[in-house]
């Protein structure tokens, strides 16, 4: 259903889902999904999704803080925040995020989509590490004659 685009279908089955797991962790299955919306750049079918189970199921769902992140988070991505809001929800929200390591995976790389956000990317940070130690040592840049 991720790689679909029938927003509405793949709220369907995660309500069919839902009543097979913990209602604790209903608010998992429905940001799950909108994550890997997320992550492959459907930020409409994430949005429809989202809004779809908030407004039609949100007793199915409940408000967990996870589902306040995941507003916030669609509310950023929508508007073109910056990266110093994704980086405070993040801190924010991290109890709620870190009950599924997934959940952790896949904001790295909706970090790296929609905020340009280097964090989790080790060959970037070694990249400037290395940069930043040239310069330090007196390398520094070459100057032009």
């Given at each position: 259903?991720?790689?679909?685009t029938?927003?509405?279908?793949?709220?369907?089955?995660?309500?069919?889902y839902?009543?097979?797991v913990?209602?604790?962790?209903?608010?998992?299955?429905?940001?799950?999904?909108?994550?890997?919306?997320?992550?492959?750049?459907?930020?409409?079918?994430a949005?429809?999704?989202?809004?779809?189970?908030m407004?039609?199921?949100?007793?199915?769902?409940?408000i967990s803080?996870?589902?306040?992140?995941?507003?916030?988070?669609?509310?950023?991505?929508?508007?073109?925040?910056?990266?110093g809001?994704?980086?405070?929800?993040?801190?924010?929200?991290?109890?709620?995020i870190?009950?599924?390591?997934a959940?952790?995976?896949?904001?790295n790389?909706?970090?790296?989509?929609?905020?340009?956000?280097t964090?989790?990317?080790?060959?970037?940070?070694n990249?400037?590490?290395?940069?930043m130690?040239?310069?330090?040592?007196?390398?520094?840049?070459?100057?032009?004659?």
């Amino acid at each position: 259903y991720a790689q679909g685009t029938d927003a509405l279908k793949y709220l369907q089955m995660i309500v069919i889902y839902s009543k097979d797991v913990y209602s604790t962790e209903r608010d998992l299955l429905l940001c799950r999904a909108v994550f890997h919306y997320l992550v492959i750049r459907k930020v409409p079918e994430a949005t429809t999704l989202f809004l779809n189970a908030m407004q039609n199921h949100g007793e199915v769902f409940g408000i967990s803080p996870l589902i306040r992140f995941t507003n916030f988070l669609l509310q950023a991505i929508n508007k073109k925040e910056s990266v110093g809001i994704f980086k405070l929800l993040k801190q924010k929200y991290e109890p709620s995020i870190q009950r599924d390591p997934a959940l952790v995976q896949m904001l790295n790389v909706i970090g790296t989509n929609y905020f340009a956000s280097t964090q989790g990317n080790p060959m970037f940070q070694n990249m400037l590490r290395n940069m930043m130690t040239a310069m330090t040592q007196g390398q520094g840049m070459p100057q032009l004659p």
